[in-house]
């Protein structure tokens, strides 16, 4: 009886039926063995990360895994060896028996490697049965989850706080108190509030905000001169794309390849400038060559951030430690955005112009010389003598000087060139060549006189210039290598422009032409693409509810968070992409009217206790405002607010001495008029020295990608909206605008109230604010009503979105 | 010691505390990668700052550390070692020869060009102190405290341009968005004061360092642990100052007000976020009293503005290290200095080793001197570590890029050896740890790389830097990147 019973146990845990190897397995291997077998080290010529790598026999000749067969797999046998010398993980805790046990399960399983969640392309999900009072979609997956966690979700909103939620998050701005009114008067319903706000002007300059962040602009170009860079015409593409809510996939398509689009427009040209906000480093001795290769990293890892959620970076040196990316992978990736015309020069070119109507007539004038120019340097170049010239100078260039004379990028490429016999050189190395000779031998000193003459004569006119991408045309094109350990002075084998083999590859027709940027931003919004869409939604979704349905925004990986809520991440991802063909705008509302949003966000000890962060919805979002909605909110509910859209950045007041940067003579020039009550968005940005109390509300400093800002709290965000003149002069505005509303005091101090929140204070607030106007002064003192003001700008309320 | 050992082990209790408020609050670790912890945590010591870690849960020291703070005085620009600390005699008899072709091959250089000529010590060494320490007479303050000082005589680094050097030095990468040391130190010790940030800023020599905010910013830590930067000019903290007219009294008044409203919110809506914020507006009104105090150096008795060199009202690097002092005298984790000036190659009056850096040197070594006499007089160098140096080094090697009849003497970067210093807290006293050849180009003993550097400045501070981490974008980050080792010989 007794060992029955025993033998039915052993039985029991010994033939599990199956293991999952996401849930069961490849935690294990994260935690305990890819740090030393995976894809950084490979002690005992051993990784982890992929199937083939672990069925290879590792340095001791014996295979880590024999599928089926776990007693034969040393990999099994290393994690039960009683030896501390050879049993693994090496210095740290064994394995616990289930922890084993569902390895012995996996390898007897066969040993297969199943694609991480977020690899596999989303399936449309069955949408459980609706909830009783939900009004979508949404609401039927959340309200099941809370089902299974024995939750009920919360109450809606009351109405004033549900209005200044939805329009703090749609426009970035406050509701006026009528807006509150006509809504929670039935005069108008909420959804028609809603499109109202979808069709403002304002609506493109709050989500450009997030964006701006992801695409890391800025109005400087960041290390130690910063100095000035003209790219605000991308900034205000973004505000218009979000506007004219661009669908998705063309805006992604414009932002990495539009220079590469048929027929390609000023704007969509204007809108590579996306990564055209790498930094340029114009400190004096540095490589260019070395910077233009930290930029092109940085695109590849801000566009792998952006729409895979995906830190690629780690593979710039190494395999990735965790995800399936391999290091050749990481310069593969390289390759699409390594053959453009810039590099890393103070100019920031090549550039789009954009000259002013009276001066176009002479734009194309100049244009036209500066072709003639470029017509009769090809003349000279083809003349016996200089041919001939041409020939000698090539076998010259192992002296430092003459070769020293060519821009160092280029140097490599036609030292290359020179070593193949001129008859087996393409036409486009023959091109190189020449053009290099050309660019700096003496005989072309007058031509490259007047051509720098003429430049000068168009840097003269009125213009607004933006750095762009720009192809190299195809003489001129780049190889790319693998860098070993990521140093770039340190080329290994050359690679092409392709996909990690993780996902799926690019579809084409054409195999013979070398991929390019624009295959690269298709196959992203590509049906096939697991990613893109989920990670876009959730970007959405995490600004409206403070946390992303996958926390991690930034990382999808294998080490990134778990979703919550996969079924509703899945259903949104697709919906956004077929249903609503890409629309921001549609995906947000539907956002916005389902119940789960619009729920109250009070929360009583027990719900507290049960989800703290709201991970599982039973209550609505409520955390402070960003940092531009701060600055904003202040300047519109004081009526100071300027609706000027668009053009170069601004400088409001900051305090002396911000700017300190070596070797650079920017200063600070105070706006005047309306231009400092400009929305934040607009405020200049410099990279070393931000606006200092955007930073100070958690703002990155924009000189790389940031998918989440990291809300904190602290007394320096107090003394801000204390204390800057800025919410000073705020104040004042307000305390103007109480006084004009009412005749008494308690009657302007609820005006007040209601202009800053939308809806009229209860009581008690009102009896505090009452009795604080009392205590400093009172109707005898002039400013009693600007400490109120103050106060009101300053309470937690005001602060949040609830 | 044993003060501090059993200083230690209440901070230990202190944050095990805290912890268990987390754990039976139900946030999980992952709580903390959206800061969310700051504020719950705050909360749980309500009416405590949450300023520059004091509200945070480091992770816990690992053992009893030697130091509790750190003054790290940045010489920003990179100081030549060789017209310093690292006397070289063969330098001089090879003085303005052709630099041999052997020493070029493989190197990067920022500036330099072609093959350049060898450059003799531009001052005048002699041995100072029990230890017998070189230093030159540009430093002859300094030279009279050598035998409080550990000398590091074999630095290297990866960077050969400024602001990644520096960020390099101060982040551990030389790439933006990691965390820098202050950071990592307040977020792995919190604050010992309550009405100041953890880590304070000084810069002077009228320029930023090269890499900006970044070098002191708290990468992708939450922003509470970020250098705060105390100015001498206008608000010593940004908008410390109450508006024009508005008395303190009326300040406190409008606090309570706004509090009070608080507090009706808090009953309402129950999110704990709203007693942080009650928290923080009652640290912002104790700093705005703090702060000023702490600026206010003519406080000061005469002969210690003697000693320093201090002049109060203007910004001067003497100014800040005697603001320093009295930082670390309040409890302050990290005090972070940088003087600008120290890139010395020659082009120009102000970056020549025979004018501009003969100025630099001449106003920062009255006042570094008396910061570690002050220090050790008070008692507080046993416990305060003080690290001195510059983000790189020169070469042996004379740039000139403007030609032969150049007044300008400079040398170009160097990121192979330079000297560093570093003092108290744990550190041998009168000590030299490694060595570089006969003109000071390459390192033959003693290596001792930035990361290493930062390993044992954490350890001082009772860290293993391979274990003090924070997760993020799915990898455990840390100050040392992949690599450092602890200075063993060093310590005392």
């Known amino acids: 009886m007794v060992l029955g019973l025993s033998a039915l146990l052993l039985s029991a845990c010994s033939t599990r039926e199956s293991v999952d190897f996401n849930a069961d397995v490849r935690p294990i291997l994260n935690d305990k063995c890819v740090s030393c077998h995976g894809g950084v080290r490979r002690r005992a010529d051993l990784s982890l990360l992929f199937r083939e790598d672990a069925l290879r026999p590792a340095e001791s000749g014996k295979p880590a895994i024999v599928p089926g067969n776990p007693d034969a797999s040393e990999l099994i046998r290393r994690v039960i060896d009683h030896d501390p010398e050879d049993r693994m993980p090496k210095e740290d805790d064994p394995l616990t028996e289930e922890e084993i046990g569902h390895l012995r399960q996996w390898i007897r399983d066969g040993a297969e490697w199943a694609p991480h969640w977020a690899y596999v392309a989303p399936t449309m999900p069955s949408v459980p049965r609706p909830a009783a009072d939900g009004r979508s979609v949404i609401d039927s997956f959340v309200r099941a989850r809370l089902e299974e966690s024995g939750l009920t979700p919360s109450p809606e909103a009351e109405c004033g706080v549900l209005v200044r939620r939805v329009t703090l998050d749609l426009i970035g701005l406050p509701p006026q108190p009528e807006s509150v009114r006509a809504v929670c008067e039935s005069e108008s319903t909420y959804e028609e509030y809603v499109d109202e706000l979808l069709a403002s002007p304002r609506f493109g300059e709050r989500w450009a905000a997030m964006w701006l962040d992801l695409a890391r602009y800025a109005d400087t170009q960041g290390y130690e001169k910063d100095g000035p860079r003209s790219i605000w015409r991308y900034r205000d593409y973004v505000i218009q794309a979000f506007n004219d809510d661009l669908p998705f996939d063309q805006f992604t398509i414009e932002q990495l390849a539009g220079d590469l689009l048929p027929d390609a427009t000023v704007e969509q040209r204007l809108a590579t400038a996306f990564h055209r906000n790498t930094m340029t480093n114009t400190e004096g001795g540095t490589d260019d060559e070395e910077h233009r290769v930290a930029a092109v990293i940085d695109r590849v890892n801000t566009t792998f951030e952006v729409w895979q959620g995906m830190s690629a970076s780690c593979a710039q040196c190494h395999g990735h430690p965790f995800d399936p990316l391999r290091h050749e992978e990481y310069f593969q990736l390289f390759a699409f955005f390594n053959n453009t015309e810039d590099w890393d020069q103070d100019g920031d070119g090549p550039v789009e112009r954009e000259f002013a109507l009276q001066d176009r007539a002479e734009a194309e004038r100049i244009l036209a010389a500066l072709d003639g120019v470029a017509s009769r340097m090809d003349s000279l170049a083809e003349t016996p003598e200089l041919l001939a010239a041409h020939q000698t100078w090539e076998t010259q260039l192992d002296d430092p000087a003459v070769v020293g004379a060519v821009r160092n990028t280029w140097q490599n490429e036609l030292l290359r060139i020179v070593k193949i016999d001129e008859s087996d050189r393409s036409d486009a190395q023959q091109a190189y060549s020449r053009k290099m000779f050309v660019e700096t031998r003496p005989e072309f000193e007058a031509f490259r006189q007047e051509r720098r003459e003429l430049g000068q004569a168009r840097a003269g006119l009125e213009q607004t210039t933006t750095p762009v991408l720009q192809a190299l045309p195809d003489g001129r094109r780049r190889r790319t290598h693998v860098f070993e350990r990521g140093n770039f002075l340190l080329p290994a084998a050359e690679v092409e422009p392709d996909t990690p083999a993780f996902l799926p590859p690019i579809q084409r027709d054409d195999t013979s032409r070398a991929l390019n940027r624009l295959d690269l931003a298709e196959w992203l919004v590509s049906d096939e693409n697991p990613l893109t869409a989920r990670v876009m939604v959730n970007r959405f979704w995490e600004q409206l509810f403070g946390l992303g349905l996958v926390e991690t925004l930034e990382d999808f990986g294998t080490e990134g968070a778990a979703p919550v809520h996969p079924e509703l991440l899945d259903w949104l991802a697709i919906s956004f992409r077929e249903e609503l063909n890409w629309s921001i705008k549609s995906l947000l509302k539907t956002v916005v009217l389902s119940s789960t949003y619009r729920q109250s966000s009070r929360v009583t000890p027990e719900l507290l206790d049960a989800d703290p962060r709201n991970t599982l919805l039973a209550r609505g979002p409520r955390f402070r405002l960003s940092a531009e909605q701060i600055r904003d909110q202040a300047l519109s509910v004081s009526g100071l607010l300027s609706e000027t859209m668009f053009g170069p950045s601004v400088m409001p007041p900051q305090p002396d001495g911000i700017w300190q940067n070596p070797y650079s003579n920017m200063r600070w020039e105070t706006a005047e008029g309306d231009e400092r009550h400009r929305r934040a968005l607009y405020t200049y940005w410099r990279r070393t020295a931000p606006y200092p109390s955007m930073i100070t509300f958690d703002s990155p400093s924009r000189e790389f990608c940031v998918s989440r800002r990291v809300r904190t709290n602290t007394p320096l965000q107090a003394l801000v909206t204390l204390n800057d003149p800025v919410y000073v002069e705020a104040a004042e505005a307000l305390a103007g605008r109480m006084q004009e509303a009412a005749a008494t005091t308690r009657e302007q101090i609820a005006a007040g109230y209601e202009l800053a929140m939308g809806y009229p204070p209860v009581p008690a607030k009102l009896d505090a604010f009452v009795s604080l106007f009392e205590d400093v002064g009172g109707g005898g003192h002039a400013d009693a009503l600007v400490v109120v003001a103050n106060a009101i700008m300053n309470t937690d309320e005001f602060l949040s979105k609830e | ?492």
């Open chain 2, 1 to 492: 010691m044993t003060g501090l050992e059993k200083e230690a082990h209440l901070e230990a209790l202190r944050f095990s505390t805290r912890r268990h408020f987390l754990k039976s609050c139900g946030a999980g670790f992952g709580a903390m990668a959206l800061g969310a912890l700051s504020s719950l945590e705050a909360t749980a010591r309500a009416g405590t700052s949450a300023l520059a870690g004091a509200s945070t849960t480091g992770p816990l020291p690992h053992f009893a550390p030697s130091a509790k703070r750190v003054i790290f005085l940045h010489m920003a620009g990179a100081p030549s070692q060789l017209e310093l600390f690292d006397y070289k005699p063969e330098l001089q008899r090879l003085h303005l020869q052709r630099c041999p072709e052997s020493l070029l091959e493989g190197k990067r250089f920022a500036f330099i060009k072609g093959v350049p000529k060898m450059l003799g010590p531009q001052a005048a060494f002699s041995q100072h102190g029990e230890s017998g320490a070189w230093v030159s007479d540009r430093m002859p303050f300094l030279a009279g405290e050598v035998d409080k000082i550990t000398f590091l005589k074999a630095m290297h680094t990866d960077e050969f341009n400024h602001a990644p050097a520096q960020l390099l030095m101060h982040t551990g990468s030389p790439r933006f968005g990691r965390p820098s040391m202050g950071s990592w130190a307040t977020y792995g010790l919190g604050s010992e004061n309550e009405s100041l940030p953890g880590f304070v800023v000084l810069l002077s020599g009228g320029v930023q360092p090269d890499a900006g905010a970044s070098v002191y910013g708290s990468g992708f830590l939450p922003t509470v642990y970020q250098g705060v930067q105390c100015r001498s000019a206008g608000d010593p903290v940004l908008y410390l100052s109450n508006p024009g007219g508005m008395s303190s009294d009326v300040r406190k008044r409008s606090i309570e007000a706004i509090n009070e409203v608080n507090r009706q919110q808090y009953e309402y809506v129950g999110d704990p976020e709203v007693l942080t914020r009650i928290a923080q507006y009652e640290m912002a009104y104790r700093m705005q009293a703090s702060v000023p105090e702490l600026m206010e150096i003519d406080s000061e008795p005469d002969y210690i503005h003697e000693m320093y060199g201090t002049e109060p009202g203007v910004t001067s690097f003497a100014n800040n290290c005697l603001l320093a002092r009295r930082l670390v005298e309040r409890g302050v984790r990290f005090v972070q200095l940088f003087h600008w000036g120290w890139d010395s190659h020659g082009a120009g009056a102000s970056e020549a080793l025979n004018i501009g850096f003969k100025e630099r040197c001449e106003e920062t070594d009255r006042a570094t001197a008396a910061l570690l006499r002050d220090l050790d007089q008070r008692g507080l160098l046993d416990e305060t570590l003080v690290v001195w140096g510059g983000e790189f080094g020169r070469t042996p090697m004379l740039e000139n890029r403007t030609g032969d009849d150049n007044p300008y003497v400079g040398r170009d970067h160097h990121s192979d050896c330079f000297t560093m210093w570093i003092a108290g807290g744990g550190i041998k006293r009168g000590y030299t740890h490694g060595e570089t050849d006969e003109i000071g180009y390459t390192r033959v003993g003693g290596s001792v790389h930035v990361h290493d550097l930062q390993a044992t400045i954490l350890h001082a501070l009772g860290f293993d830097h391979e274990r003090l981490t924070y997760s993020f974008q799915g990898r455990d980050f840390r100050l040392t990147d992949v690599s450092g080792h602890v200075v063993k010989e060093i310590l005392a």
